[in-house]
């Protein structure tokens, strides 16, 4: 059996299941009883280092647990984000009235039977997004598409 330069180094549900594994197919091969792969399976799950789970294979061959060091974390680089300056106040209140407007001009167009009023948010939406358009054009050089 190799030697783990680590065998006070804690182990996780991972290297558990990987001897759970190494002990089932021990089993299968005949080399443990019933009895054994259930005493040894108890200790594996209550194994706490790879010594402590390393013990428990001394007499068999491989496949014996593995602790493969883990993949460092990828993480990809940010892209830069390009500065925004925040709109004004005007254009931000501009926005949130769309919803208002939807809501007025549907409690209204009911209240009053006049539904052509339903179309209220539609021209609030469309002029809002025309100021947002050119505040984008004038302070980012591009449309706001």
Known sequence: MAHDPQPNMRI???EREDGLRA???HMAAGRLTVDEYGDRSAKV???RTRGELLSLFTDLPDPRPRFLAPPPAFVAPMP????LPSRPLGLRLS???VPIAMIVG???AFRFGF???IALPIIVAVLVNRSNNDW???HLGRGGH
């Open 45 to 47: 799950a209550t194994a």
């Open 106 to 108: 549907v409690v209204m």
């Open 80 to 83: 830069p984000v390009p500065y």
């Open 136 to 138: 984008r054009r004038r």
């Open 23 to 25: 002990l089932g197919e």
């Open 115 to 117: 539904f052509p009023l």
């Open 12 to 14: 996780g549900d991972a």
């Open 95 to 97: 926005s949130a009235l």
